[in-house]
């Protein structure tokens, strides 16, 4: 078979579910670390590099937190959602709705309006200067509870930054239950927001019935055990519900035990509309493009099956229709011309 990593890497792609202090790489973390010589992180590349190779998942949620407190001023967030662009136009990524989790720093003292104007002005910079088009989603970090679902809606609805597409709901899903989340859900499609929360991940499928039933869900975070109900899938595929697939992380957090049984191919046989995405890349040791050549290779696709997944994440994105029309268009000129070279 055909390496696919040359053609992936240079392929226009849009990423639909990535985190944004979880897409901090050992390069920004560093210049990070060297802005707040008081933490305990590591500037030095190399041992940076060891620190984020993780022994277990409670391990990777130190390191996590550890990347969270070094989130202390409107100019770090700058710098993270800067530089995170920076990453993901490396990669050939367009368009990417990063999900952030505003509660978490204004929870630690940033202003909430310095907090917008740096994401904002981050996402400006990085659309004229790299390329690439960011969108935010603002999630309810699930763990924090109701306080910081009321104060992560308020924040969507009353200062609503103008790259905010959509209302997402992160944080473990064992011990919190969707449904209690309705009325934040239901401010934020009121409005304008769209709804996508993560269901399904370590969880079973009556989750993802709950996000969809109970909190408007237009795309699933996850979604992964929605093979074990062929009505839910059925559900999906008719409704074209899209589930952001993120193959590395299913295994890392233990999702999936491994990626030979990862249950993509299944959700592609019903026919439901699948994107792929890198969740938390740098901490899971991946980026956008292993994701693909990972699909590609459990899909068992060629060149024109890899473009077709990009397209999926076009059509599933929150891009206004010319938007959508204008990176599809880029990703088959670049896919003919790939294959007529
Ligand atoms: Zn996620």
């Known amino acids: 078979m055909t390496d696919l990593h040359p053609f992936v890497a240079g392929l226009p792609k849009a990423e639909l579910h990535v985190h944004h202090v979880g897409s901090a790489s050992p390069r920004i973390v560093a210049e990070l670390a060297a802005r707040h010589p008081d933490s305990k992180v590591p500037t030095d590349p190399e041992a940076l590099a060891d620190y984020f190779t993780f ?34 136009a490396r990669q050939n990524i367009r368009y990417a709705e990063l999900t952030i989790t505003p509660f978490s720093s204004t929870r630690r003292g940033i202003d909430e309006k310095a907090f917008m104007e740096a994401i904002e002005d981050a996402r400006r910079a990085a659309e004229t200067e790299l390329g690439t088009v960011l969108r935010w989603c603002f999630d309810i970090p699930g763990e924090a509870g109701l306080e910081a679902a009321q104060e992560t809606a308020r924040l969507a609805v009353d200062l609503r930054p103008e790259g905010l597409v959509s209302f997402g709901l992160g944080g473990p899903e064992i011990g919190v239950p ?16 769209h709804s996508v929360p993560h269901a399904g991940e370590t969880t079973g499928p009556e989750t993802v019935w709950d996000a969809l039933n109970h909190l408007g869900a237009e795309r699933i975070g996850h979604g992964t055990s929605s093979v074990k109900d062929p009505a839910l899938l059925a559900h999906l595929a008719e409704h074209r519900i899209a589930l952001e697939v993120c193959p590395t992380s299913n295994i890392a957090t233990r999702a999936v035990a491994t990626l030979d049984e990862h249950p993509l191919g299944e959700m592609v046989d019903a026919g ?31 060149e024109r099956g890899v473009a077709g997944l990009a397209k999926n994440a076009v059509e599933a994105s929150f ?18 011309n790939w294959l007529a070279r």
């Open 55 to 88: 022994t277990d998942f409670a391990h990777f949620v130190e390191v996590y937190l550890s990347v969270v407190d070094l989130i202390r001023t409107p100019e770090d967030v700058r710098l993270l959602t800067y530089e995170v662009a920076r990453d993901m």
């Open 178 to 193: 969707r449904p209690q989340f309705k009325p934040y859900f239901d401010r934020a499609i009121a409005a304008g927001l």
């Open 272 to 302: 439901v509309l699948v994107t792929i995405n890198s969740d938390d890349p740098p901490m899971f040791g991946t980026d956008l493009n292993s994701e693909y050549a990972v699909a590609a290779r459990l899909l068992g696709l060629d």
């Open 319 to 336: 891009l206004d229709p010319a938007g959508k029309r204008r990176i599809a268009a880029e990703i088959d000129a670049y896919t003919e």
